[in-house]
């Protein structure tokens, strides 16, 4: 194989080696595309490495516990903030509140961060911090999606930690094959993106760069196209999609359906919530689309994903429906024929198996349904939306083969990928090296179709697949 200026070249057997050429001899292993996430939150990511671990908290007084814990080994010569992510408050017994977290953390900035990223549970200090007014619950949605970018600015600490986060973060994404993400972070990656690049030396991956809708006026205004490169890159770091939330998410109860949640009658909004009304949808991706950028539009709830689809329609806009977790039957041909990406996250379904039982239980034959979707045309690209799940492409497909995370049978199976379907969903459409690919490749040790065909060995297989070199545009960046 050659790379020539990032672009294989030749693919064929008894190549030699042209004068200051580089060679790398791959011991006979499996080379396959670069892999890539589609749907990764960076910053969040990076962050993900300093903040302690919420994720088996069962109830207010457990999750309370926990920080209190984490007060106790602060010191008060040495103030920051404690910031903690992944609690799911869907199945506990009560909801946080700000007097809850008060009682055990004294006068330091508390920031927990749930699971799904959808809500931000937060002690008065922070509160105050961050310019919110006093309130009895948790920040959740839009308001929270609005502060969000706020935390690494007014709380303690917390900027300190980025860079080291964002390098780490690189450094182990290309260990597992990652060769490019989609960054879909709340803060304006347009502007930031390009000095971590050249000064903070985060310049192993390809990143594609999101913008929300507050920076929309911006990126058109700096004639910036889906696929245009920012800044001085070589073409690593290119402009990405306009991304809009327009509902909520399933662990929060606030995913917008068509029918209200089996415990709506415990919520303020029984069937989910609409972020984006439909004439503003409409708008949003009209804009987008004369302006020559892609859409990534997060729709989880049926009914979002059919505003989503109407949308799309009446605008002709293109891109992605990010999530995709919940859908009537109709609107998947629909999004076949309409040529829109679902951009999916298959380790999500481990995580939301038990609160779909619970608050889904009429319509858990639609969750998440891969397969049907692949049958009606619809191209598929697995992601992380880390931190949600870990960046972790192996995981992502293991998960897409086998519905299941523990002991349980799958979760219907019937709605599984196979392992070469999973594969080619996370290679950003190269399919395989050829003459003309993107110099991005990974060597592994092991054939990754050489697995089991119990789907549970299937996975386990995938999750244990050693990545030995990987390389961006024909650069060797791990290995």
């Given at each position: 194989?050659?790379?020539?200026?990032?672009?294989?070249?030749?693919?064929?057997?008894?190549?030699t080696?042209?004068?200051?050429?580089?060679?790398?001899?791959?011991?006979?292993?499996?080379?396959?595309?670069?892999?890539?996430?589609?749907?990764?939150?960076?910053?969040?990511?990076?962050?993900?490495?300093?903040?302690?671990?919420?994720?088996?908290?069962?109830?207010?007084?457990?999750?309370?516990?926990i920080?209190?814990?984490?007060?106790?080994?602060?010191?008060?010569?040495?103030?920051?903030?404690?910031?903690?992510?992944?609690?799911?408050?869907?199945?506990?017994?009560?909801?946080?509140?700000?007097?809850?977290?008060?009682?055990?953390?004294?006068?330091?900035?508390?920031?927990?961060?749930?699971?799904?990223?959808?809500?931000?549970?937060?002690?008065?200090?922070?509160?105050?911090?961050?310019?919110?007014?006093?309130?009895?619950d948790?920040?959740?949605?839009?308001?929270?999606?609005?502060?969000?970018?706020?935390?690494?600015?007014?709380?303690?600490?917390?900027?300190?930690?980025?860079?080291a986060?964002?390098?780490?973060?690189?450094?182990?994404?290309?260990?597992?094959?990652?060769?490019?993400?989609v960054?879909?972070?709340?803060?304006?990656?347009?502007?930031?993106?390009?000095?971590?690049?050249?000064?903070?030396?985060?310049?192993?991956?390809?990143?594609?760069?999101?913008?929300?809708?507050?920076?929309?006026?911006?990126?058109?205004?700096?004639?910036?196209?889906?696929?245009?490169?920012?800044?001085?890159?070589?073409g690593?770091?290119?402009?990405?999609?306009?991304?809009?939330?327009?509902?909520?998410?399933l662990?929060?109860?606030?995913?917008?359906?068509?029918?209200?949640?089996?415990?709506?009658?415990?919520?303020?909004?029984?069937?989910?919530?609409?972020?984006?009304?439909f004439?503003?949808?409409?708008?949003?991706?009209?804009?987008?689309?004369?302006?020559?950028?892609?859409?990534?539009?997060?729709?989880?709830?049926?009914?979002?994903?059919?505003?989503?689809?109407d949308?799309?329609?009446?605008?002709?806009?293109?891109?992605?429906?990010?999530?995709?977790?919940?859908?009537c039957?109709?609107?998947?041909?629909?999004?076949?024929?309409?040529?829109?990406?679902?951009?999916?996250?298959?380790?999500?379904?481990?995580?939301d198996?038990?609160?779909?039982?619970?608050?889904?239980?009429?319509?858990?034959?639609?969750?998440?349904?891969?397969?049907?979707?692949?049958?009606?045309?619809?191209?598929?690209?697995?992601?992380?939306?880390?931190?949600?799940?870990?960046?972790?492409?192996?995981?992502?497909?293991?998960?897409?083969?086998?519905?299941?995370?523990?002991?349980?049978?799958?979760?219907?199976?019937?709605?599984?990928?196979?392992?070469?379907?999973a594969?080619?969903?996370?290679?950003?459409?190269?399919?395989?090296?050829?003459?003309g690919?993107?110099?991005?490749?990974?060597?592994?040790?092991?054939?990754?179709?050489?697995?089991?065909?119990?789907?549970?060995?299937?996975?386990?297989a995938?999750?244990?697949?050693?990545?030995?070199?990987?390389?961006?545009?024909?650069?060797?960046?791990?290995?």
């Amino acid at each position: 194989m050659r790379i020539v200026d990032g672009i294989v070249t030749q693919v064929e057997a008894g190549l030699t080696a042209r004068p200051g050429e580089s060679v790398h001899d791959g011991g006979g292993r499996w080379a396959v595309p670069g892999l890539w996430d589609a749907h990764v939150h960076m910053g969040q990511w990076a962050a993900a490495t300093t903040r302690f671990d919420l994720a088996e908290a069962t109830s207010v007084a457990h999750a309370c516990g926990i920080v209190a814990r984490q007060v106790a080994t602060m010191s008060r010569d040495r103030p920051g903030t404690i910031c903690g992510f992944g609690h799911r408050t869907a199945t506990w017994p009560e909801q946080p509140t700000v007097a809850s977290l008060d009682e055990v953390t004294r006068d330091v900035p508390v920031v927990l961060i749930s699971g799904d990223c959808h809500s931000g549970w937060l002690n008065s200090v922070a509160l105050s911090l961050l310019g919110l007014a006093p309130r009895e619950d948790v920040v959740v949605e839009q308001e929270w999606f609005d502060v969000f970018p706020l935390l690494e600015e007014r709380l303690p600490g917390l900027a300190e930690r980025a860079v080291a986060g964002y390098r780490q973060a690189s450094a182990e994404a290309v260990a597992k094959g990652i060769t490019g993400v989609v960054d879909l972070e709340f803060a304006r990656g347009v502007d930031l993106w390009p000095a971590r690049f050249s000064s903070d030396r985060v310049d192993a991956l390809r990143v594609r760069v999101g913008t929300y809708a507050d920076g929309l006026d911006d990126v058109i205004a700096a004639g910036l196209r889906t696929g245009d490169e920012i800044g001085e890159s070589g073409g690593l770091l290119t402009m990405g999609p306009l991304k809009i939330i327009s509902d909520g998410s399933l662990n929060t109860r606030t995913a917008y359906c068509c029918e209200p949640y089996a415990d709506g009658d415990e919520l303020p909004h029984p069937a989910g919530v609409q972020n984006v009304d439909f004439h503003d949808l409409r708008l949003l991706l009209g804009r987008a689309a004369a302006h020559g950028l892609d859409v990534a539009l997060h729709a989880i709830g049926d009914a979002a994903v059919r505003d989503a689809l109407d949308a799309f329609e009446v605008t002709r806009a293109r891109g992605t429906i990010e999530h995709a977790q919940l859908m009537c039957w109709d609107d998947m041909p629909r999004m076949g024929r309409l040529g829109i990406t679902a951009s999916v996250q298959p380790a999500h379904l481990w995580d939301d198996r038990d609160v779909a039982r619970r608050c889904w239980p009429d319509r858990m034959d639609r969750c998440f349904p891969f397969r049907s979707l692949a049958a009606n045309g619809v191209p598929l690209a697995l992601g992380s939306d880390a931190p949600v799940s870990p960046l972790d492409p192996w995981l992502a497909m293991a998960a897409a083969v086998h519905r299941s995370a523990d002991a349980r049978e799958p979760w219907m199976p019937h709605q599984a990928l196979t392992v070469a379907e999973a594969l080619g969903a996370s290679t950003d459409g190269q399919g395989t090296i050829g003459r003309g690919s993107r110099g991005d490749l990974v060597l592994l040790d092991a054939d990754p179709y050489a697995v089991p065909d119990d789907s549970a060995e299937a996975a386990a297989a995938l999750r244990e697949i050693h990545v030995a070199a990987t390389f961006v545009a024909g650069r060797l960046v791990h290995g």
